[in-house]
């Protein structure tokens, strides 16, 4: 009795809270509308003989730049908008329809790919669960999720860290010539920085947008692109650097000028200090760039500057206590002050000896008056 009645409640739950099993009239109108537009619908036929691509770019964050590879990864959302006739219908019939979404994958989408992408495949991936947003005028609006690309920069350190740099990244179609897909020329909708996290050690000073022509990739049909470049402009946050590296060797720098007064001992021991600690700094400095010969890097030169400083002043030590120290003249030097003596008409006064060599000279008198 008791699984009986359980059985009757059961059903009576199913037939009335779920509906027998049936799609509310609104989702029946969708699911109809979305069968028609699919149907006979081929995602390798453009839509027009010339597509027009609205396309922009949301920067999200500078995740890294490696200067040693020349090599900026940033994180985007790209966006495309496109019009597809063969997606339009009339919202009256379809019960007041006006936008569905439906899956990437089904419908047609250019083949817009980042030109300097830096990985082995430049093209913007789409998921298996990526949808876009169709119109019923035909409009097609494809938000693609937050996509970590890396692209080639080409950097320009020589006045590192007050350095500025230009990174673009380039996008075009790369089987698509201009008679078939054309790309946006609206600038301030293709770039958008509202969301933007600011990097520790670049700020971000502006962005442009630049339209070029590329040469033709295949001999065989007219294949020329129109290339949008996004450009970053960037300006390195010094402060980092100048702690770490140029104050830090102004005040070794300081140490030397300090150092005059000290014992020579202590002077060659603070030199030689130096003089390591500017190897390793330049060593760390340089491991953050590629090795290039163009340009002398203005830290390079603040370091050899550093050096030669510190060699200026270990020369002038050994020099100094050299020509100061107490010993007697070479007999070399005595024959070259009588040549002078000659030549002047001059004579040089005899060096008085301290009272150690007096003593020296005395016991010696007297050691030879004795064993006589």
Known sequence: MIKLLSFIILVCYFFLFCNGGTLPTAQTDEQTLITTLLTNYSKNIRPDEQVSIDITASLQQIVAIDEKQQIMTSSLFFSQSWIDSRLSWTPTA?????????????????????????????????????????????????????????????????????????????LTSWSQGYNRIVYTENRSLVIDTSGYSEHPLWKLSGTDLDITDAADRAPFENTVNPIISIQLFLQRKPLFFMMNGIFACLILNCVTLLSYPLPFATQIGLCMTCFMTYSVYSLNFSSLFPQQSQYLMMITLYFLLSICWTLLSMTWFIMYNHFTAKAEMPKWLYTFCGLLQRVFCYCFPIPKQDDKSNQKKNAIADNSEDQR
């Open 94 to 170: 379809s019960n007041n329809i006006t936008v569905v979404m439906l899956p990437v994958k089904s419908l047609w989408i250019p083949d817009t790919m980042i030109l300097n992408s830096a990985d082995a495949s430049g093209y913007l991936t789409v998921s298996d669960y990526s949808l876009a947003s169709v119109y019923y005028t035909g409009q097609v609006y494809m938000i693609l999720p937050a996509l970590t690309i890396r692209t080639r920069c080409s950097f320009f350190v020589q006045k590192f860290p007050f350095d500025r740099q230009m990174c673009s990244i380039n």
